[in-house]
């Protein structure tokens, strides 16, 4: 299911707990079979497309897959990555004037609502939206994930939520 | 439970695709490949709006008309006299171009800044030695005529890009030092008491481009950092009191090789900046939105260091025409379109500094009423709470004297004294000491106070209602949590209150349409009664944990960052109170009052003594341009007394005695003082 752990194990304790002889390419794969699905989720709730959020995952994976011990944090790494890499395939896709919705993937109606909301947020408010009410992450943890101050994470937050309520509203008023 | 927690659980059952045998078997794409999404930050491309091919129109139409000439100042620039670089000004639309500075070869003058009242410039000089080589920068400053020059540094290293406080005491600069990475200084504007206002630690390689908001209470900067996968270039804004008090605004520049040359617009909301985001251009930052967005570029123009005029309407920048290797100045509308060229400068026009329109001088206060007297003390009704003046008539909060936390507003004629409505309320103001809580504002009396809970737990709600004042029926009611609601203001079009929360004081803002809660900032104390707005802070004074005899502190909110800073009061006072007299906050010490300065580093402005004694502590004071009006007591606790505080002359003069009742709470009308007192009645001064 789509909960996420409050917080982040930090990576010291994480790579401390592997076992021995673990390689990095294991821990890769044991992190994608973890959270993979949690991730991809997410990338799915931000661009709105399940295209997009399959590459995006699948880069970021690979990615991290071929930089080994070079990254520090491959959780983190990975989210931030993916994220980046949505957010750059939006804009290569509104450039060419191609279409961005979940199309017929199946998902229930509460979902596809959500997700068709959170696409007329800013992508800033929808990837705090979706780390914070959606993966349960901590403003400061979403902050480091997308490379901002907590700060600008509650602001994002604050009015992406806003936004939210007012459109699901009105599409259950409707 | 997370919000939206249904439909993110109904998310959560949407099934995700293996991507694992893809993964493994997917060669990654070039993360250095400009074009490729890695590069790109979710933050700002979403915000870049390009307005493509302006840079060539404007060139098409450069020089033909004479724009901004009512913008008022003069522009302030560098360029090249034929040897080196000097500082010039001219006139908006061209016209008037004087040489300011006349430096030898051996030196170069650039980055002119004007001072707030326009009266001087800054400018830095940089200077070579005899084999042209090493080279140091320092500050100077001169008349906006060329006169009196004067240098502010001295060494050692250099110092660049001055940006004067906006009011004129203090200059930002970049320094620049060989045992340093390149920081943000602030020193007084004669060169005197330099200290470093940032500090560029371990993953910061330079901090430059200062420029200090307009209304004093930030700096906003470039940095450079260098690690991993941090985001090379940043624009920041920090706030000068504490610079480590966080959050701040900050701004990545993905993809930038470069930033430079931030300018404020007048009004402090966005902030002109010079830098190759999506190639080169001339950007600004929506500072509270922390968005980015291009106004003009054109690879010909390559706009660079802008300015705007003091009535933000209009932006002047330096470019290069096409087929040409020398800069010269353009004036465009703030949003990049009427782009024109001013013809006629020197080669090389950079830089260049719109000098603002002199402040204008504050209008003489009204005159203090020459005499006053009662009119009539007469009676409204049981349990007072607190008075407003306002849409031609008095209000009074009164309750239902039943324990509830309901009561009536009584709108009282004040010519004839009548009651002309009275309207029942489920909210008054609860402060059993009285005043405040009451605000009359565009056609609406705003009230806060307690509601009853949704339980009867006899725990209350802090909540405002909205009366019309047209209707003289309750428009609205927010319930926004916590216990009571203390005072209420606006500030930047939302709704602010103070009110008592579940675990000490807080300060709530909302939307004044909808009662929505956009923010809740905890100030760390167990009780605070007043809330005043100005210069886009908030400021509230509370006490500790003696609720009875307190050093009080000042507390100052401010919206933009988010920033709760605390202030002590200089002397041990008994509730001090914060009130606005001509757009300056004052403090009540008891007796006496202190100015709260804008950007104080505490108090430093001298109390000044009263000997007369407040009459209480909280309602007995308010301000208004004629002054502060306040109620005092006899040095045995009775014969209390309006008098009139003069914030310019530090006197108070009294204007009349008030034989009837003890004073709970005060409204000032332009003709009239409107005093409740504990016996439910109202006092009727007149002014004359």
């Known amino acids: 299911v789509f909960t996420f752990p409050s917080v982040l194990l930090p990576v010291k304790v994480r790579v401390e707990r592997a076992p021995a002889g673990v390689s990095r390419s294991d821990e890769i794969e044991r992190l994608y079979r973890e959270r993979g699905d949690r991730i991809w989720r997410a990338l799915l709730a931000f661009a709105g497309d399940p295209e997009v959020a399959s590459d995006a995952v699948a880069e970021a994976f690979a990615q991290v897959l071929r930089r080994g011990d070079e990254v520090r944090d491959p959780e983190r790494w990975v989210w931030r990555a993916a994220f980046r890499i949505a957010a750059g395939e939006l804009k290569e896709r509104r450039r060419s004037g191609v279409a961005v919705n979940p199309g017929s993937y199946e998902m229930e109606e509460p979902a596809r609502d959500l997700v068709l909301a959170l696409g007329a947020l800013s992508e800033r408010q929808r990837v705090s939206v979706v780390l914070h009410d959606g993966a349960g992450y901590p403003s400061k943890e979403v902050a480091r994930i997308i490379g901002s101050t907590e700060a600008a994470v509650r602001v994002h937050l604050m009015r992406g939520r806003r936004r939210l309520r007012e459109l699901l509203r009105d599409d259950a008023d409707g | 439970m997370a919000e939206f927690g249904d439909r993110f659980a109904s998310l959560a059952r949407t099934r995700a695709p293996d991507l694992w045998r893809e993964i493994e078997g997917r060669e990654p794409r070039d993360p250095n490949e400009p074009s490729s999404p890695q590069r790109v930050v979710v933050a700002l491309v979403a915000f870049l709006v390009a307005i493509a091919g302006i840079g060539i129109a404007a060139v098409t139409f450069g020089g033909s008309d004479r724009p901004a000439a009512a913008a008022g100042g003069r522009i302030a620039f560098a360029a090249v006299d034929g040897s080196t670089w000097q500082i010039y000004s001219v006139a908006p639309d061209g016209s008037g171009l004087v040489q300011l500075t006349h430096l030898s070869d051996m030196e170069v003058a650039s980055a002119p800044a004007w001072s707030p009242d326009g009266g001087r410039v800054a400018f830095v000089v940089q200077t070579f030695d005899e084999t042209g080589g090493t080279r140091r920068a320092d500050i100077w400053t001169m008349d906006a005529d060329g006169s009196d020059p004067t240098q502010v540094t001295h060494g050692p290293g250099s110092s660049w890009s001055p940006s004067w406080s906006p009011d004129g005491t203090q200059i930002a600069y970049t320094r620049v030092s060989a045992h340093q990475r390149d920081q943000i200084w602030i020193m007084d504007s004669d060169g005197s008491d330099p200290y470093a206002f940032t500090h560029c630690g371990s993953e910061c390689l330079g901090d430059s481009s200062p420029s200090w908001s307009p209304d004093g209470t930030r700096i906003a900067f470039v940095r450079r950092t260098g690690s991993g996968a941090v985001i090379p270039w940043s624009v920041n804004v920090w706030p000068v009191r504490d610079p480590r008090s966080l959050p701040v605004p900050h701004i990545e520049l993905d993809g930038a090789t470069f930033a430079a040359g931030l300018s404020w617009s007048p009004d402090g909301s966005i902030l002109a900046l010079d830098t190759d985001l999506d190639g080169a251009g001339l950007y600004v930052v929506d500072v509270e939105e922390e968005r980015i967005r291009l106004v003009t570029k054109g690879p010909a123009l390559d706009p660079s260091a802008s300015s705007w005029s003091p009535d933000g309407n209009h932006i002047v920048f330096s470019g290069t025409p096409p087929g040409s290797e020398s800069s010269t100045l353009y004036v465009a509308d703030a949003d990049g379109t009427n782009l024109r060229e001013l013809t006629g400068l020197p080669p090389n026009a950079s830089w260049p500094a719109w000098q603002p329109t002199p402040t204008e001088t504050q209008p003489e206060p009204p005159p203090p009423p020459t005499d006053a007297g009662v009119v009539d003390t007469f009676t409204v009704g049981p349990d007072v709470r607190s008075v407003v003046f306002g849409e031609g008539s008095v209000w009074v909060a009164t309750s239902n004297n039943d324990g509830s936390e309901g009561g009536r507003i009584l709108r009282i004629d004040p010519e004839t004294h009548e009651v002309q409505a009275e309207i029942p309320v489920e909210v008054i103001p609860t402060w059993e000491v009285g005043g405040g809580a009451m605000v009359v504002e565009e056609g609406s009396l705003w009230v806060t106070g307690a509601i009853e809970g949704p339980g009867t737990d006899g725990v209350s709600d802090a909540a405002v209602i909205r009366i019309d004042t047209s209707t003289n ?196 009308a332009p003709d009239a003082v409107w005093i409740l007192n504990y016996e439910g009645t109202l006092t009727h001064v007149r002014l004359g």
């Open chain 2, 473 to 668: 029926e309750v428009a609205q009611t927010f319930d926004l949590g916590g216990h009571v609601g203390a005072d209420l203001t606006f500030l930047d079009g939302d709704l602010w209150v103070l009110l008592f929360g579940d675990d000490g004081m807080e300060v709530v803002r909302a939307d004044r349409e909808t009662g929505q809660l956009i923010a809740r900032f905890r100030v760390a104390a167990n009780w605070a009664h007043t809330l005043v707005a100005t210069d886009g802070r908030l400021i509230t004074a509370v006490g500790g944990d003696d609720a009875v005899n307190v050093d009080g502190r000042m507390i100052q909110i401010d919206p933009a960052t988010g920033v709760v800073s605390q202030i002590d009061v200089p002397t041990r006072s008994f509730t001090p109170m914060p009130v606005l007299s001509r757009g300056e906050v004052w403090v009540s010490l008891d007796p006496g009052f202190t100015r709260f300065a804008p950007l104080a580093q505490g108090f430093p402005d001298p109390s000044v003594e009263l000997e007369l004694r407040f009459s209480d502590c909280c309602g007995f004071l308010e301000g208004d341009d004629r002054g502060i009006w306040f109620l005092s007591l006899a040095p045995n606790g009775t014969d209390p007394t309006l008098n009139l505080f003069d914030p310019a002359t530090g006197d108070a003069a009294g204007l009349v005695e008030l034989d009837q009742g003890s004073p709970v709470a005060m409204a000032v």
